[in-house]
């Protein structure tokens, strides 16, 4: 069974497409990635899958119920954990979850798990005091432990570690790959891209209203086909470069040599001989292996070519 699927979706403000015929499929049990620059359409997408915004056209289902027809059932299977803090500031922690729960008529029965979900995220002291006395951080969790209320087997987190410190962005790592092993689906839109290079395993990018790629993330990587080198230069080395060698050359500080080379077509041990051969002496050689910022820089559309 997919977690979500996505056909053919898009969605329109007047002339401008939010979202461009977007189709996409995410598997149950995924860690999924969903990353974009500012007005991409990521909210836009989450917003249809939560039933908030309709879509212009395609359509939508969460483990196979369809956003619309079957919205009550598609809204029973998801959790959104917003990106903004929403809440009203005099319910306290313990009331805002109550009332989550009866909303999915969800009553007594549910206690127990809103004690376990108050545990977890380390809101015990906090469960009786109202949100407006919660620091941004208690709050974040809260909204966290809000969306996971009804034990939605899909769980969508939007920019969840946006302005929190370290700590709690190293607890909410770790709940969140916990959520995962237990089978739940994790989607996370983030603008943290190592967060997401560590995370998930499969990556999509949205840029303006399209879907740019959709990949696992080894796959992803490998379509990078640059790296640089960064040579240490002896106090005594040459400065001039061999005439090949020179439009390979990146701006590096005194004292380094920065080279942007191929994967395929610049062999390392070429390019070695002729910098010996031009008198250019070092002491240290790092290669730095592309990672998901590079990639995403190039798809959307900052950074070098792919080719
Ligand atoms: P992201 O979440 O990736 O930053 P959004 O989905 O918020 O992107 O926005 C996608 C585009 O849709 C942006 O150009 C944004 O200005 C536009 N947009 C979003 N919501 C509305 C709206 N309610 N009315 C008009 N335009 C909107």
């Known amino acids: 069974m997919n977690a979500l699927e996505i056909e053919n979706l898009s969605k329109n403000y007047g002339l401008l497409a939010a979202l461009n015929d977007i189709s996409l499929t995410i598997p149950e049990g995924s860690f999924f990635a969903l990353l974009g620059p500012n007005g991409a359409g990521k909210s836009t997408l989450i917003n249809i899958l939560a039933g908030l915004t309709r879509a212009s056209s395609g359509r939508a289902a969460i483990l ?11 809204r029973f299977k998801l959790g959104v954990v917003p990106q903004e803090l929403a809440y009203d500031p005099f319910f306290t922690v313990r009331e805002m979850l109550s009332l989550q729960s009866g909303y999915f008529g969800l009553g007594n029965k549910n206690r127990a798990w809103i004690n376990e979900l108050i545990a977890t995220l380390g809101l015990e002291d906090k469960a009786d005091i109202t949100m407006n006395h919660l620091s941004g951080g208690m709050k974040r969790r809260v909204l966290i432990a809000q969306a996971l209320v009804h034990r939605p087997p899909v769980v969508i987190l939007d920019e969840p ?8 962005r190293a607890k909410l790592w770790t709940f969140m790959r916990d959520l995962n092993a237990q089978g739940q689906t994790i989607i996370l839109t983030t603008h943290y891209l190592e967060e997401a290079e560590n995370m998930c395993e499969t990556i999509a990018i949205l840029d303006r209203g399209r879907l740019v790629v959709n990949a696992g993330k080894k796959e992803l990587l490998s379509r990078y086909r640059w790296r640089q080198v960064q040579l240490q230069l002896l106090p005594e080395s040459g400065l001039e470069l061999p005439e090949e060698l020179k439009a390979k050359q990146i701006a590096a500080p005194a004292g380094e040599l920065l080279l942007r080379l191929h994967r395929e077509t610049d062999h390392i041990g070429e390019v070695l001989a002729a910098l010996t051969q031009a008198g250019i002496k070092f002491s240290d050689l790092k290669i730095h292996e592309p990672g998901l910022t590079e990639v995403y820089s190039e798809l959307t559309g900052k950074g070098d070519s792919l080719d």
């Open 64 to 74: 196979g119920h369809d956003v619309l027809k079957d919205w009550r059932q598609a």
């Open 161 to 168: 570690t946006a302005g929190v410190d370290v700590a709690l």
